[in-house]
């Protein structure tokens, strides 16, 4: 098995680098890939050292399959040559995404859609992923009219820039270059991920809307988003307020999310354990907690749902997708 990690000294392609040695994906050839700027650079795993190799080396390669986390124009760049030789591509960028011959994929959701022939498999976004993990088993029982969300979303979702402001912030020292958000972010909450669309609402908030609808297979659900950066080292929260079509008992919701996989119920307010970015950090499950009943609305339901966005967020999701190519047999080999 070869593997290569496209973006490798990113934030999130260090954070492959940890997942894959976590869970024991067998490697018989690492391939660390970078911009041109990175080359030559050394990474270590598993205790021993790699070279960082340019994309076009990373191609010749011929991985079977590459993990993504370079950037969209990277990956609209680049995902179609490895594609081409026959690796299967995992993209973490919102590249291919939205493309109607992409699958989009939670594998706790809707893996089992994936073929042979998908040589590019896109990774939704962070604050999507860890959602729909918590409302698929729902939607499949009481089916979701409509959503109203409300993100807390970290700023290491923006990436080393945003780290390095935050931390220039919190230490009062002078940023060496220019500032990923347009306000300060330390003791701060901007009610703006990524770029305004012409309709008022950020691209990040527009994601949630389609990507939800893709991957739950419903074009038919409701829904409206806004997403809010705050200053938060790790780990995404979500606000989920639910409508329905099928009317529902509180103890079958919260058996039914008992049972679902990758998720971790804590909801017991008595003793005040709720799910939390702090206790979020460093893990790959998604919590859920703060179940309640709707009072407002004929079967409303309000969830509080959290995860570690550069883990179960991206990096994990990624990983856990090609382990899925792997176990499944969805693979098929390179020819060197």
Known sequence: MRIAVVGVTGL??????????????????????????????????????????????GVQSKPDI??????????????????EVGTYVIDNSSAWRMDVGKPLIVPEVNADILTKDDRIIANPNCSTIQMVAVLN?????????????????????????????????????????????????????????????????????????????????????????????????????????????????????????QAAEGIIVQDDITNNIYPMPLSAKHRDETFVGRIRRDESIDNGLNLWIVADNLRKGAATNTVQIAEYLIKNSILEPVTM
Not at 27 to 36: F, G, M, N, R
Not at 41 to 56: C, D, F, G, H, N
Request: proline content about 5%.
């Open 66 to 83: 590459a993990l993504f986390s370079a950037g969209g124009s990277a990956s609209l760049e680049w995902a179609p040559r490895f594609a």
């Open 137 to 257: 088993p729902l939607h499949k029982a009481y089916g979701i009219k409509r959503l109203v969300i409300s993100t807390y979303q970290s700023f290491t979702g923006t990436g080393v820039k945003a780290v390095n402001q935050y931390e220039s912030e919190k230490n009062g020292t002078q940023l060496t270059d220019a500032p990923a958000y347009p306000h300060p972010i330390f003791e701060n909450c901007l009610p703006h991920c990524d770029v305004f669309l012409d309709n008022g609402y950020t691209r990040e908030e527009m994601k949630l809307v389609h990507e939800t609808r893709k991957i739950l297979r419903d074009d038919s659900i409701s829904i409206t988003a806004t997403a809010v950066r705050v200053p938060v080292h790790g780990g995404h929260s979500e606000s989920v307020n639910i409508e329905f079509h099928r009317p529902f008992e509180m103890e079958d919701v919260n058996r039914i999310l």
């Open 12 to 57: 999130v392609g260090g954070v492959m680098l940890e997942v894959l040695a976590e869970r024991g994906v067998e490697i018989d050839a690492l391939i660390p890939v970078a911009s041109a700027k990175s080359i030559g650079k050394i990474i270590t795993y598993r205790e021993k050292e790699y070279p960082v190799v340019s994309m076009e080396e």
